[in-house]
């Protein structure tokens, strides 16, 4: 089991010790979005919906998901994060709402779990927001389409 980076010589579970890797900047950028009625779409764009807020409330929810990363997944480095930003735009054609997240960090290991986090609780927010007049909904296409930093370099899906 040495091969496996979270698990010791004896089959149990570590953080990964990243003590010797040189601090870089890292960028993760992470989407997803959230499918539903096109008339929920319009009560959201006409601030009808009934829990108020839906948009800001949801970007707000992803950056503070963010910052709990390392409380939510196990074995997860903590991280001081330097920026999150969460962009919800409408897409009639879907119709739904489509979520693009961005962490960003100075340090020794990346900010993708940061930028997942904070799309699916972004997403996770609208559609607890929206559950009350909208039960069609759907949560896709979480993932990161974008990396740099570190010894891998850039990546671009």
């Known amino acids: 089991m040495t091969d496996l980076t979270h698990l010791d010589e004896a089959g149990r579970a570590r ?3 990243v003590s010797d890797k ?4 890292r960028v993760a950028v992470a989407r997803g979005q959230l499918r539903c009625a096109g008339e929920t779409v319009e009560r959201v ?15 707000l929810a992803g950056i503070m998901g963010a910052k ?17 930003a ?3 735009d409408v897409d009639p054609a879907l119709p739904g709402f489509r979520v693009e997240a961005e ?4 340090g020794v290991t990346g900010v993708e ?8 609780v972004a997403c996770l927010t609208l559609f607890d927001m929206l559950k009350a007049i909208d039960r ?5 296409g979480l993932e990161v389409i974008e990396k740099s930093g570190g010894k891998s370099g850039s990546w671009h899906a």
């Not at 006409?46 to 829990?51: L, R, V």
């Not at 709990?68 to 999150?84: N, Q």
């Not at 069609?136 to 896709?140: A, G, K, L, N, R």
């Open 22 to 25: 040189q601090p870089t900047r």
């Open 103 to 106: 962490a960003r960090t100075v």
């Open 136 to 140: 069609t909904m759907v949560i896709e």
């Open 68 to 84: 709990r990363t390392a409380d939510l997944i196990p074995l997860c480095h903590p991280l001081p994060l330097t920026k999150v």
């Open 45 to 59: 764009l006409s601030g009808t919906a009934p829990k108020g807020a839906v948009l800001q409330t949801a970007e």
């Open 113 to 120: 779990m940061e930028a997942l986090t904070a799309a699916s």
């Open 86 to 88: 969460v962009k919800i």
């Open 15 to 17: 953080m990964v010790d």
